[in-house]
C-alpha cells in the first residue's frame, strides 16, 4: 500500500536553515506528483509547495517563496524540502501527500514530521 | 487565491445526531471540492472529492454537496469514531491548493 514517510524535522533557531524529506513507498514513485502541507499547532492547513513527477513543475506558497526549494530523487523514492531562513511562524508540523487520479486531491499523507522555530 | 471559510468553527452535537457543516469559496470552484476529516495527532484523510463522491472506504453516512461557491457536508447520523475536525479544499484552480479553516465536531 502507498506509504509516504517524513523525517528531518527538528528544533532550529530563526535564520537557519532545515531539510525535510519524504520517503515513499507501494506505488510507482516516478510516476507522480507530490505535495507538502503543514499545520501550525493548534491550527489549519495550508500548502506549501508542489513538485511535478519529472521536476518540471515546481510551485510555492507566497508565505515562504523565495525561502524554499523542493526537489526529488526518483531513484531513491524520495522528495525532499530544503527551508531556509526560517521564522517562528513557520513552526508546523510538516506532511507530504500524494494525489490520487485527479490532480490536486490529497488521497494519501505521511504522518508529519514536526518543525519548531525557536532561539 | 481562493479563500475557503468553513462554518460553523465548532458544531456540538450528541452520537445519534445529524451534523451539516457549511464551505463557502470566495469564487466558483465548480464541483472541485474536497473533505478531508482530521483526529488528534492523525494526518488528515480523505472523505469526500468531487464534492459529492465518497472516497474508498467511507461511510455511506457521509454525504457531500453543492457546486460553485457553496458546499455541505452532512453526517446523517454521528457515530463515536466521527467526533474530529473537518476541513473543505478546492483544487478547481492552484497553485496554490487552499483549505478552509476547519469545523471541529465535538460531543455535546
Known amino acids: 500500500q502507498v506509504q509516504l514517510v517524513e523525517s528531518g524535522g527538528g528544533v532550529v533557531q530563526p535564520g537557519g536553515s532545515l531539510r525535510l524529506s519524504c520517503a515513499a513507498s507501494?506505488?510507482?514513485?516516478?510516476?507522480?506528483?507530490l505535495h507538502w502541507v503543514r499545520q501550525a499547532p493548534g491550527k489549519g492547513l495550508e500548502w506549501v509547495a508542489f513538485?511535478?513527477?519529472?521536476?518540471?513543475?515546481?510551485y510555492y506558497t507566497d508565505s515562504m517563496k523565495g525561502r524554499l526549494t523542493v526537489s526529488r530523487d526518483n531513484s531513491k523514492n524520495t522528495m525532499y524540502l530544503q527551508m531556509d531562513s526560517l521564522k517562528a511562524d513557520d513552526t508546523a508540523l510538516y506532511f507530504c501527500?500524494?494525489?490520487?487520479?485527479?490532480?490536486?486531491?490529497?488521497?494519501?499523507w505521511g504522518q508529519g514530521i514536526p518543525v519548531t522555530v525557536s532561539s | 487565491e481562493i479563500v475557503m471559510t468553513q462554518s460553523p468553527a465548532t458544531l456540538s452535537a450528541s452520537p445519534g445526531e445529524r451534523a451539516t457543516l457549511s464551505c463557502r469559496a470566495s469564487?466558483?470552484?465548480?464541483?472541485?471540492l474536497a473533505w478531508y476529516q482530521q483526529k488528534p495527532g492523525q494526518a488528515p484523510r480523505l472523505l469526500i472529492y468531487?464534492?459529492?463522491t465518497r472516497a474508498t472506504g467511507i461511510p455511506a453516512r457521509f454525504s457531500g454537496s453543492g457546486s460553485g461557491t457553496e458546499f455541505t457536508l452532512t453526517i446523517s447520523s454521528l457515530q463515536s469514531e466521527d467526533f474530529a475536525v473537518y476541513f473543505c479544499?478546492?483544487?478547481?484552480?492552484?497553485?496554490?491548493?487552499?483549505f478552509g479553516g476547519g469545523t471541529k465536531v465535538e460531543i455535546k
Open positions: 469564487q466558483s470552484v465548480s464541483d472541485n
Open positions: 513538485i511535478s513527477y519529472d521536476e518540471r513543475s515546481k
Open positions: 501527500a500524494r494525489r490520487g487520479e485527479i490532480f490536486g486531491l490529497l488521497n494519501y
Open positions: 507501494g506505488f510507482n514513485f516516478r510516476y507522480y506528483g
Open positions: 468531487g464534492a459529492s
Open positions: 479544499q478546492q483544487y478547481n484552480h492552484w497553485p496554490p491548493l487552499t
